[in-house]
């Protein structure tokens, strides 16, 4: 059974920092690509941040210089290191795995940027 669990959300100030976490099992995890997305009230669902399997990382723009996606795997997990947070940096923050035509989703955990 594969299971994609997030962890590391929460409440912080504008300007703070946050480490998101994403624990992955019943997959070969150094094979997927791992992405971190986010879903703000009312809006879709976009692409934030994602990492090859070789190690190659890709940002949306808005958080280019402020996020970092990082991944262990010999620990099957994948990071979101975010800083210098924003109120509009607010959202699910999900975690997925993608490998070809396979593609798994965490349920998301809550990250809320306000004073």
């Known amino acids: 059974q594969v299971q994609l669990v997030e962890s590391g959300g929460g409440l912080v100030q504008p300007g703070g920092s946050l480490r998101l976490s994403c624990a992955a099992s019943?997959?070969?995890?150094?094979?997927?690509?791992m992405g971190w997305h986010r879903q703000a009230p009312g809006k879709q669902r976009e692409l934030v941040a994602s990492i090859t399997s070789g190690g190659g990382t890709d940002y949306t723009n808005s958080v280019k210089d402020r996020f970092t996606i990082s991944r262990d795997n010999a620990k099957n997990t994948v990071y979101l290191q975010m800083n210098n947070l924003r109120p509009e940096d607010t959202a699910v923050y999900y975690c997925?795995?993608?490998?070809?035509?396979?593609?798994?989703w965490g349920r998301g955990t809550q990250v809320t940027v306000s004073s």
């Open positions: 019943g997959i070969i995890f150094s094979r997927y690509e």
């Open positions: 997925n795995g993608q490998l070809a035509f396979l593609s798994y």
